[in-house]
């Protein structure tokens, strides 16, 4: 099993457990040893580490079995705070880690089974240890207004009252905010502006364009979401380019589909990425570098950038 290729979660295992989906792909696997893969950090969904037995798979998902543990989630010392008033926090998110914990993964888990923390949920201790004291009920509310991936990395702003995050809401409602991403794909790419229209669902449980659905009319865009990508390469060398990657609108998985899209996945995206019999690279190759946006309540422009990590696989 830990040699197997990548498996994509079909129809007639959509629903049903991870546990019961591994001793599917290989019969001769028992329970305990399946459930053995999970606590030994050795099964990934969608790139992520999976320890939840009770984790029930959607149709599209990739499981991935590795011949090693996978590293840890992230801790809360991994998040670093760039900017904190009482209004917002500017943090960096390190990458594996959720930005918002989804109310049906946390339906999904069985009492007791481990659980990947989310920025979220860690937030509220980082600020504790940030300001030197122990926050107030009150204080500790975190309000998460736009979200970057959970395999991505780099700087992402919250809010800790309700009038910023309305205030904070609008700005991204109205595209104004300034968010620049770098990412790493194979092959050269040329610098353009990527816009099509999102569904949510493009034939194998993905989201994806629906100009790139070749049975579909391109016409109707009812019920899809317009994603505009700016593209522009930054360096290319040993067949890889470094993309600095302007959003003007904000959809889920928006610079990864676009880049797939084109036919330049970024690397170690398992989920919109060919698959393949080798380890995927330790990361997905995808950093948000800099952030701009008004201050909610002062109206002063924050603008914020980031190192790109050491363990980026750079051109």
């Known amino acids: 099993m830990s040699n197997a290729p990548n498996n994509v979660v079909d129809d007639s295992l959509a629903g049903k457990t991870i546990l019961a989906a591994l001793r599917a792909w290989q019969t001769d696997l028992s ?54 008033d009482e209004h917002l926090v500017v943090v960096e998110k390190p990458a594996g880690m959720l930005t918002e914990r989804p109310a049906a993964e946390a339906g999904l888990r069985k009492s007791g089974a481990p659980q990947t923390p989310s920025l979220d949920e860690l937030l509220p201790r980082v600020i504790d240890e940030y300001s030197g004291r122990r ?90 979401q317009l994603a505009i990508t700016h593209v522009k390469p930054l360096a290319s060398r040993r067949g890889r380019t470094l993309l600095e990657c302007r959003l003007e609108t904000g959809r889920t998985n928006q610079i990864r589909i676009h880049l797939a899209e084109l036919g330049h996945p970024i690397l170690g995206d398992v989920k919109y990425g060919p698959l393949g019999d080798g380890q995927p690279p330790t990361r997905l190759a995808l950093h948000a570098i800099e952030l701009e946006f008004a201050h909610p309540l002062t109206g002063e422009t924050l603008r914020f950038q980031s190192e790109c990590p050491r363990e980026m696989p750079l051109p």
């Open 31 to 84: 329970w305990k040893a399946a459930r053995e893969l999970l606590a030994a950090r050795r099964v990934a969904v969608n790139g992520t580490t999976c320890q939840d037995e009770a984790r029930r798979l959607n149709a599209g998902d990739i499981v991935g079995v590795s011949d090693m543990s996978r590293p840890k989630a992230p801790r809360h010392e991994a998040i670093c705070i760039r900017f904190l």
């Open 135 to 224: 926050l107030r009920h009150e204080e500790r509310l975190i309000f998460i207004v736009h979200r970057l991936d959970r395999d991505a990395s780099g700087l992402l702003v919250a809010a800790r009252t309700p009038e910023a995050r309305d205030r904070l809401m609008q700005q991204f409602a109205a595209r104004t905010p300034s968010r620049v991403y770098w990412a790493v794909v194979s092959g050269r790419v040329e610098a353009q502006t990527i816009r099509t229209h999102f569904v949510r669902d493009r034939g194998d449980g993905k989201r994806g364009s629906i100009e790139h659905q070749p049975e579909s009319p391109t016409t109707d865009l009812r019920g899809t």
